[in-house]
């Protein structure tokens, strides 16, 4: 079965410092993966994807992922962090295998922005 | 705004009364699904509709809640006899068909749900 997990639940940067996290992914085909953000009691949406065509990732607001196989990792970074990047971010998997695509995400990870 | 649209944004209910969200998905998208958030969690997979077919549903579903997509646009999410258990943010999301693995789903913003 597929599944992502995410590293710490918790992440906490200093404006303009960089921002890093976690995700692992486990999967017995290549998998499909994405990191979505989510605000307070909004919905998530999608800073990027991993689509097979390259393994570094850019998506919106700065942000970047690499793929690597070899440590089953999709880590997002993003070089200077701003006070606007304080959200909740989740990383998941699609899961094409089923035929639905449905996602499975990890448990999220807050991230916190000190001024 | 034609993103995923979702009502009630809130709803407040008593144990044991029944409720029903409703989804509008993007026009022309195919796949939409149900999630559940619980606080501190990632979205849970409920179940998913190809056009008016569910196809999928998880075991997280009881047989509490329904799902329905009539003519393959909206659908809505019935819960019966409302547990406190049943107090989450229910999420929809849609998605085209045709795209294979790189289909990407938009996610409404939400119904929170409070049992009280």
Same mark, same amino acid.
């Given at each position: 079965?597929?599944?992502?997990?995410?590293? /710490?639940?918790?992440? @906490?940067?200093?404006?303009?410092?960089? #921002?890093? *996290? +976690?995700?692992?992914?486990?999967? !017995?085909?290549?998998?499909?993966?994405?990191?979505?953000?989510q605000y307070p009691n909004?919905?998530?949406?999608?800073? *990027?994807?991993?689509?097979?065509?390259?393994?570094?990732?850019? =998506?919106?607001?700065?942000?970047?992922?690499?793929?690597?196989?070899?440590?089953?990792? &999709?880590?997002?970074?993003?070089?200077?962090?701003?006070?606007?990047?304080?959200?909740?971010?989740f990383c998941a998997v @699609?899961?094409?295998?089923? /035929?639905?695509?449905?996602?499975?995400?990890?448990?999220?990870?807050?991230?916190? #922005?000190?001024? | 705004?034609?993103?995923?649209?979702?009502?009630?944004?809130?709803?407040?209910?008593?144990? =044991?009364?029944?409720?029903?969200?409703?989804?509008? $998905?993007? %026009?022309?998208?195919? +796949?939409?699904?149900?999630? +559940?958030?619980?606080?501190?969690?990632? $979205?849970?997979?409920?179940?998913?509709?190809?056009?008016?077919?569910?196809?999928?549903? %998880?075991?997280?579903?009881?047989?509490?809640?329904?799902?329905?997509?009539?003519?393959?646009?909206? !659908?809505?999410?019935?819960i019966q006899r409302t547990?406190?258990?049943?107090?989450?943010?229910? *999420?929809?999301?849609?998605? $085209?068909?045709?795209?294979? #693995?790189?289909?990407?789903?938009? &996610?409404?913003?939400?119904?929170?749900?409070?049992?009280?």
């Open positions: 079965a597929q599944s992502v997990t995410q590293l /710490g639940s918790h992440v @906490s940067v200093s404006e303009g410092a960089l #921002v890093l *996290l +976690r995700c692992n992914y486990s999967s !017995s085909v290549p998998p499909y993966l994405f990191w979505y953000v909004q919905g998530l949406q999608l800073l *990027l994807k991993y689509t097979s065509a390259a393994t570094l990732v850019k =998506g919106i607001n700065g942000f970047e992922a690499e793929f690597k196989k070899s440590e089953t990792s &999709f880590h997002l970074t993003k070089p200077s962090a701003h006070m606007s990047d304080a959200a909740e971010y @699609s899961d094409y295998f089923s /035929g639905t695509y449905k996602y499975i995400f990890g448990t999220g990870t807050r991230l916190k #922005v000190l001024a | 705004d034609t993103g995923v649209s979702q009502n009630p944004r809130h709803k407040i209910t008593k144990r =044991g009364q029944n409720v029903t969200f409703r989804c509008d $998905p993007i %026009s022309e998208h195919n +796949r939409l699904y149900w999630y +559940r958030q619980t606080l501190g969690q990632g $979205p849970e997979f409920l179940t998913y509709f190809q056009n008016e077919a569910q196809l999928e549903k %998880s075991r997280l579903l009881s047989d509490r809640f329904s799902a329905e997509r009539p003519k393959g646009s909206f !659908s809505t999410l019935e547990e406190q258990g049943d107090s989450a943010m229910y *999420l929809c999301a849609s998605s $085209p068909t045709g795209e294979g #693995v790189n289909t990407e789903a938009f &996610f409404g913003q939400g119904t929170r749900l409070t049992v009280v």
